[in-house]
């Protein structure tokens, strides 16, 4: 059994946790899933001693609550880098990975217009809703992103940099956003949104997040 347990939330609706399960699922980093889902009384009881941020994503080693817990999700893909070095959570060229931690830094710290209007809902379609010039701006500056990595870094394989990286965990929660609210991409960028959305690992999270009922006011503007 592993030593590594990630606490998430909802599949439906939690982008942050995404990413971490993702890199660790595609990457096969072996570890156990703790879901506390968000609005339920296991929240209300166990946020406090799962989560020292009482946000999630959280990775502990050892017992989730006791063990050492790392949290927020870019420290997480960092700390899972040092503990997985072969896994490729990262690329191993030192300016591809230089670019990855770039892009997911730079995603992590903005596109607030994007992630505000177009909050991730895998199950439900919104299409049109969301959308303003701010919105537009974050997409044409992230499909540029993305353009540019592919030619530079992206020749091995259909992911930013060939193989699926951190990089390309941090992004597929975006392209899932893309679909509900009816974002039509093209060329490059359309190719990137399918390998991201059919990679095996996004696969299983989603038909995960389909089975899931519960309705998350906060994450449903458009209701
Ligand atoms: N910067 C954090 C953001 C974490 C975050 O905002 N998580 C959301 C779920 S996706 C959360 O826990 N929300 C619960 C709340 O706000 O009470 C990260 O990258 O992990």
């Known amino acids: 059994m592993s030593d590594l347990t990630l606490v998430i939330a909802?599949?439906?609706?939690?982008?942050w946790s995404l990413r971490p399960w993702l890199a660790m699922t595609e990457l096969g980093i072996p570890f156990s899933e703790r879901m506390v889902k968000f609005d339920s009384e296991?929240?209300?009881?166990n946020i406090g001693t799962l989560s020292p941020t009482r946000l999630v994503p959280v990775l502990?080693?050892?017992?989730?609550?006791?063990?050492?817990a790392t949290f927020d999700s870019i420290a997480i893909l960092e700390r899972l880098h040092e503990l997985h070095p072969e896994a490729g959570i990262w690329?191993?060229?030192?300016?591809a990975r230089a670019r990855a931690r770039s892009l997911a830094a730079d995603f992590h710290a903005g596109y607030s217009a994007l992630r505000n209007a177009m909050p991730m809902n895998i199950r439900s379609r919104h299409p049109g809703k969301g959308m303003n010039p701010d919105v537009q701006r974050d997409i044409?500056?992230?499909?540029?992103h993305w353009s540019r990595t592919r030619s530079e870094f992206g020749a091995g394989g259909a992911f930013l940099f060939g193989?699926?990286?951190?990089?390309?965990?941090f992004f597929t929660p975006v392209v899932s956003r893309f679909v509900?609210?009816?974002?039509a991409l093209d060329g490059e960028a359309k190719a990137y949104q399918e390998a991201l959305l059919n990679a095996s690992a996004m696969q299983a999270w989603t038909e995960e997040a389909l089975k899931e009922t519960e309705f998350v006011p906060m994450d449903e503007p458009y209701a």
């Open 10 to 15: 909802n599949k439906n609706y939690s982008s």
């Open 42 to 45: 296991d929240w209300a009881r």
């Open 60 to 68: 502990w080693e050892g017992e989730p609550g006791a063990g050492f």
């Open 91 to 95: 690329p191993a060229d030192p300016r």
């Open 140 to 144: 044409d500056r992230l499909c540029a």
């Open 163 to 169: 193989g699926f990286s951190a990089a390309d965990a």
């Open 180 to 183: 509900t609210y009816g974002v």
